[in-house]
């Protein structure tokens, strides 16, 4: 059965860095784009970054342009969100996704159907 485990999640002081890992597993199975998103209770889904399969390109919302970094080890199949200069309105469920179909990166939703089941980010002010 293929799986996205998110973990790292946890509360932070503004301006403060934290790490976000996704660990995929499954017989067989290789995470082809991969993304992470966000989404607050009430609130859309939105795109945080996303990374192609072999690493060389990436996407990044606006928001986190210049504050986060993503990586990928496709050996151990996993990825990570670097979070760095956090912000309040960084606070939100953060989940991983990667799809078995596209190695390019996207930041639409459409583009991914497995997802992890989400880690807690929260900063304080």
């Known amino acids: 059965q293929v799986q996205l485990v998110e973990s790292g999640g946890g509360v932070v002081q503004a301006g403060d860095s934290l790490r976000l890992s996704c660990a995929a597993s499954?017989?067989?199975?290789?995470?082809?784009?991969m993304a992470w998103f966000r989404q607050a209770p009430g609130s859309e889904r939105e795109s945080v970054a996303a990374i192609s399969f072999m690493g060389a390109n990436t996407y990044f919302a606006d928001s986190v342009k210049g504050r986060f970094t993503i990586s990928r080890d496709n050996d151990k199949k996993t990825m990570v969100l670097q979070m760095n200069s956090a912000k309040p309105e960084d606070t939100d469920i953060y989940y991983c996704?990667?799809?078995?179909?596209?190695?390019?990166?996207?930041?639409?939703?459409?583009?991914?159907?497995?997802w992890g089941q989400g880690s807690q980010v929260t900063v304080s002010s």
């Open positions: 499954g017989r067989s199975f290789t995470p082809l784009a």
């Open positions: 996704a990667t799809t078995k179909t596209t190695i390019n990166a996207s930041g639409s939703c459409r583009s991914y159907e497995i």
